[in-house]
Nanobody
Framework: QVQLVESGGGLVQPGESLRLSCTVSGSFRLENMAWYRQTPGTQRARIAEIMTYGHTEYDDSVKGRFAISRDSAKTTGYLEMNSLKSDDTGVYYC?????????WGKGTLVIVSS
């Protein structure tokens, strides 16, 4: 059974950094991985994605502050978040795709507040 589990969320002050992780269990690889963010009253929105060959894309709201990556085994993905703002508060989900399958994690909460 495949599972994606996010970790690394928490409470931080504006300007601080966090690194989120997305770990795969089961026979699955993060060939294509994305991070999504959902804030209260809004739909889940993609903020970063890494493609099969390493190309990355970012939403304008996080460009230059966040960095998506994965390990060489493609079983763990990361989202490095710097210069956090209060607007970055939300639940962060990772999404993986491989061989036509897609899986989501259950999310990790990030709160940016002074």
């Amino acid at each position: 059974q495949v599972q994606l589990v996010e970790s690394g969320g928490g409470l931080v002050q504006p300007g601080e950094s966090l690194r989120l992780s997305c770990t795969v269990s089961g026979s699955f690889r993060l060939e294509n991985m994305a991070w999504y963010r959902q804030t209260p009253g809004t739909q889940r929105a993609r903020i970063a994605e890494i493609m099969t060959y390493g190309h990355t894309e970012y939403d304008d709201s996080v460009k230059g502050r966040f960095a998506i990556s994965r390990d060489s085994a493609k079983t763990t993905g990361y989202l490095e978040m710097n210069s956090l703002k209060s607007d970055d508060t939300g639940v962060y989900y990772c999404r993986g795709r491989w061989n036509g399958d897609e899986y989501w994690g259950k999310g990790t909460l990030v709160i940016v507040s002074s």
